[in-house]
């Protein structure tokens, strides 16, 4: 009886082993197609990128150029840009699968609850990706070309040569780091779900959290006060609209609570009533 106990438990393992295998092969798939298909348009897309330095040099394209100093960084760059293009587009269908696989163990009202925060998560990523090529990246690199000279009689000119894969490489890492970012509201109000922060705890440590942003703003965009202030007030903006999330979850979690209190209040008082009828 006791081993029969055992392979039953076991059953419901291998179920979810089988199942999270199953989505794990349809999400990597959807990376690999993806990959596939942003590779045979890596050039338009490694255009696209180019876009905030084109506008830097304020469309005046004359003498300017692109370098590689490896021979196969060209190569490895255009890998690099497919995969990170690949992770975008097929963002939806493996966050689709990890829903898949998480949903079945939520109750119905845990699964209602979680559903904005599945459609609001990717809006944020791309809303911070996109402050990063309209706006950042512009700005950043109009900054930095100032600092090209054409030289005098005693001294040499310079002139920005930009290496491909640093370029591509600073604009992917930013648009990410932007994205990541930006879903500091999400992150903060599933905390404040799971009872960890407080919107009291949140804005009594409002300074420390300004302090810690200008310092991540700092490390992730490049040396310039444009680039840092760019992403250090969105977040601090961010921040407050997470403090508000926070307490409108609280205000439900008590009312919540407050029904289910009344609820077994009235259940006791007519259990108490019937008893003392009979």
Request: glycine share 6%; with cysteine; aromatic share 12%.
């Amino acid at each position: 009886m006791h081993e029969q106990d055992v392979d039953a438990s076991k059953a419901p393992l291998l179920d979810h082993i089988i199942e999270l295998r199953n989505r794990l092969m349809w999400a990597s798939a959807a990376l690999f197609i993806a990959f596939i298909a942003c590779y045979l348009v890596s050039e338009q897309i490694y255009a696209i990128l180019m876009r905030p330095l084109v506008l830097a040099f304020d469309g005046d394209l004359t003498g300017r150029r692109m370098i590689f100093t490896a021979p196969q960084e060209a190569f490895f760059t255009y890998l690099k840009v497919s995969f990170w293009a690949a992770a975008f587009i097929s963002f939806p269908i493996i966050a689709a699968q990890i829903w898949m696989f998480v949903a079945p163990g939520l109750y119905k009202n845990e699964r209602r609850a979680f559903m904005p925060f599945l459609v609001v998560t990717p809006i944020l990523f791309f809303l911070g990706g996109a402050m990063v090529y309209f706006l950042v990246m512009p700005l950043a690199l109009h900054f930095f070309t100032l600092f090209e000279s054409r030289g005098t009689a005693t001294t040499l000119p310079i002139e920005l040569e930009t290496k491909v894969s640093e370029y591509l490489s600073l604009i992917m890492k930013l648009i990410f780091a932007f994205g990541l970012c930006f879903e500091l509201p999400v992150f903060l109000t599933l905390l404040g779900r799971a009872g960890i922060v407080t919107s009291t705890g949140l804005a009594q440590k409002r300074k420390y959290a300004i302090v810690c942003v200008f310092v991540v703003a700092a490390v992730l965009t490049p040396p310039d006060p444009i680039s840092q202030i760019s992403l250090a007030l969105p977040i601090l903006l961010l921040y407050e609209i997470s403090i508000w999330c926070v307490r409108a979850v609280e205000k439900k979690r008590a009312e919540r609570e407050a029904a289910e209190e009344a609820e077994l209040s009235g259940e006791k008082t007519d259990g108490d009533g019937t008893s003392g009828g009979g």
